[in-house]
């Protein structure tokens, strides 16, 4: 029931994330104008003299300017900037222990089968394939807490 709970809220909060705003900023040609830039890059060097243009960044897979901008995430396919940063490490800790939760179950599971000698009698493709998507959440786990 924990497990079905994490899931239900991490695609909540991954749905949250997709189709939110990152925090684009767009800005019409007369604002460059009357900034005396030729182009947004130009724009966000003389940040100095515009405090609203701070900590905008380009983000050159998605095209777009965003405010906040911390990084370009491939997981999700979107930027994460000033309005959806909170969400991002949310989902990440989320992730983080939904797969731990996992690990612990299926370790569980896994040392049930074996001292109660149903090893022997049970099909091998259920406790095989609880032991692939464990080693691969144990994976995600050290990939997740070490590249964050």
């Not at 049930?112 to 959440?137: D, W």
């Amino acid at each position: 029931m924990l497990i079905n709970a994490e899931c239900a809220l991490l695609l909540w909060g991954l749905y949250r994330i997709l189709s939110g705003d990152p925090g684009i900023v767009a800005y019409e040609s007369s604002f460059l104008e009357e900034a005396g830039c030729k182009d947004f890059v130009d724009a966000i060097c003389s940040s100095e003299k515009y405090p609203s243009l701070s900590r905008v960044r380009h983000c050159n897979c998605c095209k777009a300017n965003v405010r906040g901008y911390d990084h370009h995430c491939p997981a999700f396919g979107n930027c994460i900037g000033q309005k959806n940063h909170r969400l991002f490490m949310a989902l990440l800790t989320g992730f983080v222990v939904a797969e731990s939760t996992y690990t612990m179950c299926s370790t569980k599971y896994i040392t049930s089968c074996i001292t109660s000698g149903t090893l022997r009698t049970e099909n091998h493709l259920s406790l095989n394939m609880v032991i692939g998507t464990m080693l691969f959440s144990v994976l995600q786990v050290i990939w997740q807490v070490l590249c964050s």
